[in-house]
């Protein structure tokens, strides 16, 4: 399993072998994102976002995750906004060893993400705590 950083100049090439992924990601968003919009983001902010792909060759992906260094006032961290894909197992353990270094070459002190809940079952070996829970009020 090969996990590794997509070049915003070759996002498009990459695009149609990840595209369902992230349009799964972008419907536990509830209407906020579509996986278009993740893709223009990607493309708008020109390397404030990172792409990360994890595949065995050219007709092989199995995974994807956006990413972003943020700094807060007081910590940096490593935001993964986006994850989605097929047969976990294979990649997560390569990809979060590549973000885990991505995010120490940029001086992060943490990753974070956010997301369903079944999340926390899927990190929580990997040292991940939940630390809050994300509500919303619709406006009537």
Same mark, same amino acid.
């Given at each position: 399993?090969?996990?590794?950083?997509?070049?915003?100049?070759?996002?498009?090439?990459?695009?149609?072998?990840? !595209?369902?992924?992230?349009?799964?990601?972008?419907?536990?968003?509830?209407?906020?994102?579509?996986?278009?919009?993740?893709?223009?983001?990607?493309?708008? !902010?020109?390397?404030? &976002? &990172?792409?990360?792909?994890?595949?065995?060759?050219?007709?092989?992906?199995?995974?994807?995750?956006?990413?972003?260094?943020? &700094?807060?006032?007081?910590?940096?961290?490593?935001?993964?906004?986006?994850?989605?894909?097929?047969?976990?197992?294979?990649?997560?353990?390569?990809?979060?060893?590549?973000?885990?270094? #991505?995010?120490?070459?940029?001086?992060?002190? $943490?990753?974070?993400?956010?997301?369903?809940?079944?999340?926390?079952?899927?990190?929580?070996?990997?040292?991940?705590?939940?630390?809050?829970? #994300?509500?919303?009020?619709? $406006?009537?």
């Amino acid at each position: 399993m090969q996990v590794t950083w997509v070049p915003t100049e070759h996002i498009e090439f990459v695009w149609p072998n990840i !595209r369902e992924y992230m349009m799964g990601a972008a419907e536990f968003t509830f209407g906020r994102f579509t996986a278009e919009d993740i893709k223009n983001e990607l493309l708008r !902010r020109q390397g404030e &976002q &990172q792409l990360w792909v994890a595949f065995e060759d050219k007709d092989n992906f199995y995974g994807a995750v956006v990413t972003e260094v943020y &700094q807060y006032p007081q910590m940096r961290a490593l935001i993964m906004h986006f994850t989605g894909g097929k047969q976990l197992p294979k990649w997560k353990t390569p990809m979060l060893e590549i973000l885990q270094q #991505f995010a120490a070459d940029n001086e992060c002190d $943490v990753i974070e993400s956010y997301g369903r809940p079944g999340w926390a079952k899927v990190f929580k070996k990997d040292g991940y705590e939940q630390r809050f829970i #994300f509500y919303e009020l619709p $406006v009537e």
